[in-house]
């Protein structure tokens, strides 16, 4: 069919290939179930804490200690589900980004975060 994109085609190697898999036939159709969309805590509560839920199980399945899930009292651990490489790529900077204004502003107190801000640089190629 002209003018669609056909997503699940052999021949698509735009993005990475979706539900091409048991598992992924069967999320799929949980989360169409529960018709949910979960962009943030406040538009579904019940599908965030079930995200968290989800993220705990995936790190006792691969064996992270205690202290990276979300169960865990006290801890500072958990995942979320990003939808799209450029998504977790965009999270990853910004955790860099925020790490990199805490190391200044321990070494230079004074220092507003705008200054901070603009001396920072990001590297990148298409």
Partial sequence: ???????????????????????????????DGINCLG??????????????LVMDWLGQAIG?????????QGSLGG?????TASES?????LAGRTE???????MFPDIEDAEINSRLVGYCSD
């Avoid at 698509?12 to 979706?18: G, K, L, R, V």
């Avoid at 995942?79 to 939808?83: L, S």
């Fill in 1 to 31: 069919m002209p003018g669609v994109t056909h997503w699940q085609s052999p021949h698509m190697h735009a993005y990475f290939p979706a539900l091409n898999s048991y598992p992924s036939l069967l999320g799929d159709m949980l989360a």
């Fill in 39 to 52: 962009f943030t805590w406040a538009s579904s509560p019940a599908c965030t804490e079930l995200e968290s």
């Fill in 64 to 72: 992270l200690p205690a202290e990276f899930l979300h169960k865990t």
């Fill in 79 to 83: 995942g979320v589900i990003q939808t």
């Fill in 89 to 93: 790529t965009f999270v990853c900077l």
């Fill in 100 to 106: 990199a204004i805490k190391r200044f502003q321990t």
